[in-house]
């Protein structure tokens, strides 16, 4: 199904009318909003010197409660808890976004080529994406975040290569049932070459899926990112990132001291809330027969 210009309204317009998937699905895209809003506005609320800043103790005392002064409190080095879940979300969304984007990148195209082409191409390209889709997610992330080293490139590279197989496997599953369409078996009797084929007749019938996968892939990278930060690999020690304050945290737990992992850990798990209703939603939006089921 193509989404048009006047379709796209329905999203954000609140009715009676609506279904219970679309009214999460505005939810999930507030929170996600609101995340975005705090990424890109923490370096302002630094700069005016609402929060400090996450990479400075500023002799603050250690395992503060949260107060007027420190709103989330402080964690075991004197850190600002706040300004780090702040910043955390800024950290996050970059490597999620890169993460994303770069198997969006790679993927799309091979699916589109393979299905197109067919032959032995599409056959070893099939047999390799089925490699890599085999193996969990988490586990091949771990190990090239090891291969690649710390950084927030590293991380996104190490995230990326377990989502291109479903990028490939989804674009490539839909053109091989787009390319026997009659529109474009009449773009090849004219003599339309395999590049005008691809990027003009098929690129935008086949590519309807991936907003969704995109979402769902960005959630699921958050969760990611976050694993590789509790485990101690993915970004440097000292980058306010939620998985590593989750694993400094967890040794002051069991004292009592319990806002430095609440509030990264709340940090996280809202945010992959919001971009898994937000997905979720997408998927029913652009899929007929889903909603027919409903």
């Known amino acids: 199904m193509t989404v048009t210009k006047r379709q796209l309204p329905l999203l954000f317009r609140v009715s009676g009318s609506s279904s219970v998937s679309m009214q999460l699905m505005r939810i999930g895209f507030i929170i996600t909003l ?6 890109i506005l923490a370096p302002v609320f630094q700069a ?13 005392p250690s395992h503060v409660p949260p107060s007027a002064q420190y ?27 890169l993460a994303t984007v770069l198997s969006l990148v790679i993927g799309v195209p091979l699916g589109l080529v393979s299905g197109y082409l067919g032959g032995s191409l599409d056959r070893v390209l099939l047999f390799l994406m089925d490699t890599i889709y085999t193996l969990p997610g988490l586990l091949l992330s771990i190990t090239l975040a090891f291969v690649v080293g710390r950084g927030i490139l590293n991380a996104a590279i190490a995230i990326s290569i377990s989502y291109i197989p479903q990028y490939y496997r989804v674009v490539r599953n839909h053109t091989v049932s787009v390319k026997t369409e009659l529109f474009v078996e009449a773009a090849q009797a004219m003599g339309a070459s ?3 084929v691809i990027s003009r007749y098929l690129f935008l019938n086949v590519i309807q899926s991936v907003p969704v996968l995109f979402t769902l892939n960005a959630a699921d990278a958050i969760l990611t990112l976050g694993s590789l930060g509790f ?15 989750l694993r400094q945290a967890l ?26 209703l937000l997905g979720e939603g997408l998927s029913e939006f652009i899929n007929p027969r889903w909603r027919k089921q409903r």
């Open 34 to 39: 609101i995340f975005v809003l705090i990424a």
């Open 48 to 60: 005016w010197g609402w929060i400090q800043n996450p990479l400075e103790s500023l002799n603050n």
């Open 71 to 97: 709103w989330f409190g402080t964690n075991r080095e004197g850190y600002d808890v706040f300004s780090r879940t702040l910043y955390g979300t800024q950290v996050a969304l970059q490597v999620v976004v």
């Open 194 to 196: 395999t590049w005008r």
């Open 231 to 245: 485990l101690g690999q993915g970004l440097p020690p000292r980058v306010p990132e939620w998985g590593h304050d």
């Open 251 to 276: 040794q002051a737990l069991p004292t009592g001291i319990w806002w430095t992992a609440f509030f990264p850990g709340m940090a996280l798990t809202l945010l992959v809330v919001g971009l898994s």
